[in-house]
Every structure is written in structure tokens, then in C-alpha cells.
């Protein structure tokens, strides 16, 4: 069951190494209260969730830049209530959003110990979609930083995941060969199928329980890689 030939572990960020959805409704709930936004935080955050998810991959397919990802995200989320909020109040939110969200650092349950048992045996990486400001401050935050050798963001790469660029970008900051490599990640085209496509192996981090294809490598707790590594 172990993979053998792997030297370098290139683990995606938010959803699979750092909590996103936990940080995230922490945020939310501090910055609805610094605003006095009288909603419930579960119906928002049961909104909001796939709406994210539905910008985030637009994002990944440049059909929106940055800033419309976390503006239209919550107008869309608000408007899919029925909460009135004015355009002064949502651009409040959105700034205080990525000013707050990095500053909680919650991750899945088995990183540390995870990345405590990979560390002697693997040169260990990060690849994420993420802003690279904050995936460093979460990073800093959640005191992971130190367990890995580089860490590769669209932004310094030019492009997103699954776009074949910015896994080579991270092979070439590794010093490393597709073939001595090996992905980790939540999002099964982002980070597997990108990933698969340049010639690394790939785990799919299946917390979700999502349907795949049957012969994908996939996990369900971070603790079950230990089999594959």
C-alpha cells in the first residue's frame, strides 16, 4: 500500500491542512457583531457555503478577479436570504472578511501529527489558489510554517490550479520530478485531476464524501495517508 519513489508531499491549504469552513464561521460571526448585522449565522453560513464555493471556482477559471469574488460572494449570499444590506455595509464586510479570517487557525483534526510523522521522511510543499498574504498569515497563525520547504500561490505562479503552470512552477521551486511527487488536496479537479495531469501521484482529501472515480487514491481522515506515506 505504501507508494514508493515519493521524496516531495505538495499539500493544497484550505479544506484540507487549515479549516476554512470552522475559521471562516468564526469570522463571520466577529464581523457581524463589529457591524451589529442582526442574521442568523447558521442560515447565512448555509447560504453562503456553496455560494463560495460556486465563486471560488469561477475565480479558478478567470471568468472573475478578486475583487468580485469577495464582494459578489456575500451580495449574492445576502440577497439569496432576502437580507437587505447596502453596498457601503457589504464592502465593509469584505474587507474586514480577509482582515479577521487569517487570524483564527483551526485545522482538521491529525495536521500536526500528520505533518510531524511526514516531515522526517519528505520534503514537504504547499500549492493553494489562496491570496498569498493570507494563506502566509494562516499559515504563521495555525504555527504549520515551519514544517514546509516552499510554498507556491497564483499569485507568484501567473495562474490557478488546475492549469498545468503553477504545478510545474512548484516542481521547479521544489527542485523536484513529477515522478518523486505526490498531491494532496480537497478539490478533485483543482488539485487531483491538475495534479495528475503533470504526472505527479495524488490523494483526494475526501471529507466531503464526494462521488470519484474508483481508481483515485482517496482519504477520509488526514490520519488514513499514513498508509500511502
Not at 488536496?185 to 472515480?213: K, P, S
Request: hydrophobic share 40%; charged share 25%.
Amino acid at each position: 500500500m505504501k507508494i514508493k519513489a515519493i521524496k516531495h508531499v505538495f499539500f493544497d491549504l484550505d479544506h484540507t491542512l487549515w479549516d476554512f469552513d470552522k475559521n471562516s464561521a468564526l469570522t463571520f460571526d466577529k464581523i457581524f457583531k463589529k457591524h451589529q448585522v442582526d442574521i442568523s449565522l447558521e442560515t447565512f453560513l448555509e447560504v453562503y457555503e456553496p455560494v463560495n464555493l460556486r465563486y471560488w471556482k469561477r475565480y479558478r477559471n478567470d471568468e472573475i478577479d478578486k475583487i468580485e469574488l469577495r464582494y459578489g460572494r456575500l451580495r449574492d449570499t445576502f440577497n439569496e436570504i432576502s437580507f437587505a444590506v447596502d453596498d457601503i455595509l457589504i464592502h465593509n464586510l469584505s474587507v474586514d472578511y480577509i482582515e479577521f479570517l487569517s487570524t483564527f487557525s483551526h485545522l482538521f483534526e491529525g495536521t500536526l501529527e500528520l505533518l510531524q510523522y511526514l516531515q522526517p521522511k519528505y520534503q514537504l510543499h504547499i500549492i493553494t489558489n489562496g491570496f498569498e498574504e493570507a494563506q502566509m498569515k494562516k499559515m504563521k497563525a495555525s504555527e504549520i510554517s515551519s514544517y514546509f520547504k516552499t510554498v507556491t500561490n497564483a499569485e507568484i505562479a501567473g495562474v490557478k490550479k488546475p492549469n498545468p503552470i503553477i504545478f510545474d512552477y512548484a516542481l521547479n521551486l521544489a527542485k523536484a520530478q513529477p515522478k518523486e511527487s505526490i498531491m494532496i488536496g480537497d478539490n478533485y479537479e483543482a488539485d487531483i485531476l491538475g495534479a495528475l495531469n503533470v504526472g505527479y501521484d495524488a490523494i483526494f482529501f475526501n471529507y466531503r464524501n464526494d462521488q470519484t472515480e474508483p481508481h483515485i487514491k482517496q482519504v477520509k481522515h488526514l490520519s488514513q495517508l499514513k498508509k500511502y506515506l
